[in-house]
Structures are given as C-alpha cells and as structure tokens.
C-alpha cells in the first residue's frame, strides 16, 4: 500500500504550522479531497477520509480496495470553516467523513448542489435546511471565501426538469486566487467559455478516465485534463481522483506528458502533501 507524503500527526503538524501564514495553501487529501487555507480560514472540497467504500463493496464483483493509506481521522480537523460536496457519490459525500467533520465543527457551513438536498439530509441525517444548496452560475460569499457553482457533466449533465444540477463543481475565490474543482466531469459543449473568463489560477482535475468495464461513471482522461487546464489558460493544474482505488486509477504519466507538450504549469502531489501560492 502506498504511504502518503505526510499523515495523522505529520499533516495535521503541516497543517497548524501554516495557520495563518501568507499566500494560499492546499493539501490533497486523496481522491478528489482537498483542504484550502488563506488568511486563517480553512476551505474542504469533497473529503473522502474513511474506509466506508472498501467495507461496502469488500464482499462483491467490485472491490473498492484502498490502494493508499488514509492521510488522517476526520475528526482531528478542527480547524475547518466550509466543506463542500459536488455530488452524491460516497467518495464526494462520505457520511462516515461528513458526520465527524461536523461534530468537531460546530459552525460548519456545507455546500451542496441544490438538486441534492433530500438525499444528503437523508444520508447524513441531518435537517434538511442545514445544507446550503447552489446551481449552475450561482454565487455566494463566506466572508473571505467566494464560491460560483459550475455544473460538471459525470458523465452527463443530467439536469432535473426544474433544470437543477446534481453535479457541480467549484470556482473558488480567495484574496487574489481563483481555484477551479470539478468534482467529477468529462469534457462538454461550453465549459471552456465558461471558466476561460475566470482567470484560474489553480485548476484540481481528475484524470482517471472512462472504462466502461469499472461500472461507474467517468472523468477526464489525464490528455483532457491537461488540455482543458492549458484551453482556460490555469496558472497551474494539479491531478487528482487516482491512487485511492484499485479498479478505479491511472497513472498521471498521460496527463504530465500532455501538460508538457502544451507547455501547460502542472504539479504533481502526493497523498497529504502540500504547496503553498506565494
């Protein structure tokens, strides 16, 4: 099993060490988790930080087994201000994660899309008017945190008849940085036109790809990723959504030499590692 570049005690040391520290600061949590810092306030973006998916799957056709280990226990950030989830799959809304997250935070602001709201209050059990639910091109601010909502497509976009989106992802603004989360998504008609005018600093894609033999929906292959980073002008593009399951990974040896082709700034972590955004 792959070790992470920092866990437990090491990462939560990193992660106190640069409390309010200048410039922007972000781990990858693995998967598609995220944990942002600026200006004393913490940001978390679609945290899987459990064994819930591996219990789940361990006695059927589709074992969900952990390839790296867990960077750290939910319940030991608590530090964190707003936590966001793109859509329903248990990698992107982990009760197991959500539910210590919210009990070592008790001001907890959580963002969801609006289409999800009866299904997170049902497996979270929460009330139902805790979530705070966004849609395609709507805004909010968190005092220091702006957040516009972009519909991601996974592997469609699937809006509701009320033309609501289950799958969202994020543009994140913090003092001068822009930073670009899909959740899960492929490449679809004007998503380009609509982050290119956002001046991205930093965009966190996936790269896992389509199979369809996994059975489960798809993300950008690692070639699409780096083009879609290099086509909306991103300062940086940095991978995720591999490393963490078996049957559902890809090497980001595709998406480093695409990047490098096109010239295209990329950065490669590790699971609990850190870079800061002078």
């Not at 520290?21 to 679609?46: E, M, T, V």
């Not at 969900?64 to 799959?89: F, K």
């Not at 799958?167 to 609509?194: A, F, S």
């Amino acid at each position: 099993m792959i070790r992470p570049f920092a866990k437990d005690d090491a990462l939560l040391a990193d992660i106190n060490a640069h409390r309010g520290a200048p410039g922007l600061r972000l781990w990858w949590l693995g998967q598609s988790g995220f944990l942002l810092h600026h200006a004393g306030r913490y940001l978390l973006i679609d945290p899987y930080l459990s064994e819930s998916l591996s219990l789940k799957y361990a006695a059927t056709d589709k074992p969900h087994t952990r390839m790296t280990e867990l960077v750290i226990d939910p319940a030991r950030l608590d530090m964190v201000d707003i936590v966001t989830s793109s859509h329903n799959h248990t990698d992107h809304l982990d009760a197991a994660t959500l539910l210590p997250l919210r009990a070592a935070n008790p001001g907890l602001q959580f963002v969801i899309p609006e289409a999800n709201r009866a299904f997170v209050a049902e497996r979270l059990g929460c009330p139902p008017a805790w979530p705070l639910g966004m849609n395609d091109g709507d805004t909010r601010d968190f005092g220091s945190w702006h957040l516009r909502a972009v519909a991601s497509a996974h592997e469609q976009l699937d809006p509701t008849p009320a033309g609501l989106h289950p799958y969202l992802g994020y543009v994140i603004r913090t003092g001068r940085y822009t930073i670009y989360h899909p959740g899960d998504t492929v490449l679809y008609e004007g998503l380009v036109e609509k982050l290119k005018p956002l001046h991205i600093d930093v965009a966190l894609l996936p790269i896992n790809g389509t199979l369809p033999q996994r059975r489960v929906s798809g993300n950008l292959w690692g070639r699409e990723a780096a083009a879609l980073a290099h086509e909306i002008g991103a300062g940086l593009v940095i991978p995720c959504h591999y490393d963490m399951f078996e049957f559902n990974t890809e090497s980001p040896a595709e998406f480093i030499a695409h990047c490098d082709k096109l010239g295209q700034p990329h950065r490669i972590l590790q699971h609990g590692e850190g870079i800061t955004l002078p």
